[in-house]
């Protein structure tokens, strides 16, 4: 069984929608959660953490927890040509901050 | 993130050659990690190393060999590597806290390895 569970996509939105990123992980013991964006080519850029139950927002970004789901997502407003990239949810998993990472949504954000 | 740096980006080798590749993070982390990430495959932890000392060995095997002389650089020795080992590999490093919520880790722009 997958740790860290992700739908590959792609995810198409049109500019200025919603995008929908979900995560679901196995191990009820994480703490705390990740989402990184990565650009073809790039390495992965953090997005936002979150550690406790319910959302947290950044700007475009709303992170979403929901420990007893074992289900972690991210929302972002507003989608732009720009947001068009690998998004990466990860969470931290036994000692020494090992983090572990799906294998990402694409998300491909249209004019 | 150019808190986290990586040399060289791009690398070529054959199976019997012997290279190093290098990361130096200038963020006053004390912890710092080798991923390895493969096309269509999610990041792998391959080491963490904690106040230098290698915490973590993620069942790689011994033609990968990592190094941290001290707590702003790390290295990872290849030798003999296989076709299979093509991948692009990241160096990140994090500040360890205790208690609840983990570390945020920073990535460097990591190293595309091409073995022949």
């Known amino acids: 069984q997958k740790e860290v569970e992700q739908n590959s996509g792609p995810l198409s939105v049109p500019e200025g929608a919603i995008a929908s990123l979900n995560c679901t992980y196995s191990?009820?013991?994480?703490?705390?959660f990740f989402w990184y964006r990565q650009y073809s080519g790039k390495s992965p850029e953090l997005i936002m953490f979150?550690?406790?139950?319910g959302d947290k927002e950044d700007g475009r970004f709303t992170a979403q927890l929901n420990k007893a789901s074992q289900y972690v997502s991210l929302l972002i407003r507003d989608s732009q040509p720009s947001d068009s990239a690998t998004y990466l949810c990860?969470?931290?998993?036994?000692?020494?901050?090992?983090?572990?990472f799906g294998a990402g949504t694409r998300l491909a954000v249209h004019p | 993130e150019t808190g986290v740096t990586q040399t060289p980006r791009h690398l070529v080798m054959g199976m019997t050659n012997k290279k190093s590749l290098k990361c130096e993070q200038h963020l006053g982390h004390n912890a710092m990690y080798w991923y390895k990430q493969s096309a269509k495959k999610p990041l792998e932890l391959m080491f963490v190393y904690s106040l230098e000392e290698r915490v973590e060995n993620n069942s790689v095997p011994s033609r990968f060999s990592p190094e941290c002389p001290n707590s702003s650089h790390l290295f990872l020795h290849l030798h003999t590597l296989q076709p299979e080992d093509s991948a692009l590999y990241l160096c990140?490093?994090?500040?360890?806290?205790?208690?609840?919520?983990?570390?945020?880790?920073?990535f460097g722009p990591g190293t595309r390895l091409t073995v022949l």
């Open positions: 191990d009820r013991g994480s703490q705390s």
């Open positions: 979150i550690y406790s139950n």
């Open positions: 990860a969470v931290i998993s036994g000692g020494y901050n090992k983090l572990i």
């Open positions: 990140a490093s994090s500040q360890e806290k205790t208690g609840l919520g983990g570390d945020t880790q920073y």
